[in-house]
Each structure stands twice: as C-alpha cells, then as structure tokens.
C-alpha cells in the first residue's frame, strides 16, 4: 500500500513540474525526468518520466508556455 501513495506522490510531482515550466528547458532538469521528444504517431508530442512504468505524454505550445493534452501511459518496452 506504501508503494501506491509513492507513485501517487511521483506522479502529482511530475504534473506540479508540467504545470510550472515556462519551456522546454524547465523539462530537461533533473535528467531523471527523461524529457523526449516522441515520433511517429505521437510526433509533435513529449514525455517524461513519473517512474520505469509510466510516463506522462503531452503536447507544447511554444507561445503560450504551456503542456496541454496531457495523458498517463503505460510505458510497455516491449515491441
């Protein structure tokens, strides 16, 4: 049960972080946030990391400053 509310914890850290960035840059910082940009199907979108599970997958808007359709995914490394 301990473990659910670490993981509540990292993932409302992770948003607080989303939700304070002004840019990019503000993403990159820790390293342990692993701030990618995605390509494909999710090109023009980005990740970071809330844990080796899941990651926080979301769009920037340059101009505004901000993350905007932000989702929890699974993170599956297996193709």
């Known amino acids: 049960m301990v ?3 670490i993981s509540i914890y990292h993932l ?8 304070d960035a ?3 840059l503000d993403l990159r910082s820790p390293p342990g ?3 990618v940009k995605l390509s494909g199907s999710l ?3 980005y990740s970071i990391r ?3 599970q ?4 979301f769009s920037w808007n340059n101009a505004a400053g901000k993350a905007g359709n932000v989702y929890l ?3 599956d490394y297996k193709g």
């Open 3 to 5: 473990s659910i509310y």
């Open 12 to 19: 409302f850290k992770k948003i607080q972080m989303l939700d």
């Open 22 to 24: 002004t840019g990019e």
């Open 33 to 35: 946030n692993h701030f």
């Open 43 to 45: 090109k023009d979108r």
């Open 50 to 52: 809330v844990n080796k």
């Open 54 to 57: 899941w990651r926080l997958i």
């Open 73 to 75: 995914d699974n993170h």
